[in-house]
Nanobody, 121 residues
Framework: QVQVVESGGGSVQTGDSLRLSCAASGITANRNCMGWFRQAPGKEREVVALTSSYYGDSVKGRFTISRDNAKNTVWLQMDNLKPEDTAMYYC???????????????????WGQGTQVTVSS
């Protein structure tokens, strides 16, 4: 059974940093594409960063994704946070297709429960 678990969210102020963690278990293949997405109330889920080094336009230069291939663990370092970064952040893993990443949330097979990030001005 595949499980994806995120941690590290919280409430911060503009300009602060947060580091999110995500661990995927129950899979036998490592180096799968993993990614971070976020969803704010009333908005669609959007891609934040993928392990292919893709970054959403709004986070480029501020967020950094990293991973431990052997452990199917990824981190999202978020610096210079802004109020518009406020959202529920989700980690996802793509089982089919190996290392190939797509920005479409529907291409990911398993999702975590999400961790809330709130940035106040």
């Amino acid at each position: 059974q595949v499980q994806v678990v995120e941690s590290g969210g919280g409430s911060v102020q503009t300009g602060d940093s947060l580091r999110l963690s995500c661990a995927a278990s129950g899979i036998t293949a490592n180096r799968n594409c993993m990614g971070w997405f976020r969803q704010a109330p009333g908005k669609e889920r959007e891609v934040v960063a993928l392990t292919s080094s893709y970054y959403g336009d709004s986070v480029k230069g501020r967020f950094t994704i990293s991973r431990d291939n052997a452990k199917n663990t990824v981190w999202l370092q978020m610096d210079n946070l802004k109020p518009e970064d406020t959202a529920m952040y989700y980690c996802a893993i793509r089982i089919s297709g190996g290392v190939t990443c797509y920005t479409n949330p529907g291409s990911f097979d398993y999702w975590g429960q999400g961790t809330q990030v709130t940035v106040s001005s």
